[in-house]
């Protein structure tokens, strides 16, 4: 059953001290990041992901609310390396304009959170129903979404703060980014043209 911030806010972080929530949430992240490390080691599921995400033509990364930052950290990572990486923003780039020109070899990847955006389950939703396929990156294997993907990433995300940990979802997105652009035949050289670009343009200040 999910809980919202005010709730996990009195149950966890009201009316205690700080010494003391402060050991708490260590405690848990220790234990949580422990699981997602276990769980990275034993399953398949980022692999099949990271050969889904390489071999489409056009990937576009959805998410909403806090989501939306995690979709933000995966489209950068893995725009650094591939072509066609694509942030729904609703601004730049549309959910309705994706929808309506669905074609053979586009992805669509969605962090879908608990507690579970309908906006993210609605456009992912209509995305498979049009032909689309699918990946998940949630947090239950019961999530709104877990019966239409391709293939789902399910990660934990417990905490003992009154928000959810980002720790396992930032470790999985991270390795996902990861074993994609490995796998990637091109993106090595097209990490060297970025960084001759980023050079060239005087993106970053200089190192000491």
Do not use: C
Not at 27 to 42: I, P, S, Y
Not at 43 to 65: F, K, N, P, T
Not at 170 to 181: P, Q, S, Y
Request: avoid cysteine; aromatic fraction near 4%; charged fraction near 25%.
């Amino acid at each position: 059953m999910t809980s919202s911030p005010s709730e996990r806010f009195d149950r966890n972080v009201q009316r205690r001290s700080a010494r003391v929530l402060k050991q708490r949430v260590l405690e848990q992240q220790r234990a949580e990041f422990e699981k997602a490390l276990a769980w990275a080691a034993e399953h398949d599921a980022i692999e099949r992901a990271a050969a889904l995400i390489v071999s489409a033509r056009r990937r576009y990364l959805l998410g909403h609310g806090k989501s939306l930052g995690y979709a933000s950290l995966l489209a950068a990572d893995l725009s650094a390396g591939l072509s066609g990486v694509h942030l729904l923003d609703g601004v730049t780039v549309r959910p309705l304009d994706v929808l309506s020109d669905i074609r053979q070899g586009d992805l669509l990847v969605a962090v879908s959170m608990s507690r579970y955006r309908r906006e993210t389950v609605d456009v992912a939703s209509a995305y498979v129903r049009h032909g689309g396929d699918l990946v998940l990156v949630t947090d239950t294997d019961d999530a709104p979404l877990a019966g239409v993907a391709t293939t789902s990433i399910v990660v934990g995300s417990e905490s003992a703060s009154y928000a959810n940990s980002p720790s396992s979802v930032v470790l999985a997105l991270h390795l996902l980014a990861t074993l994609t652009i490995a796998s990637s035949k091109g993106a090595g050289r097209r990490l060297r043209d970025r960084d001759a670009l980023a050079a060239e343009l005087g993106l970053y200040t200089e190192e000491t």
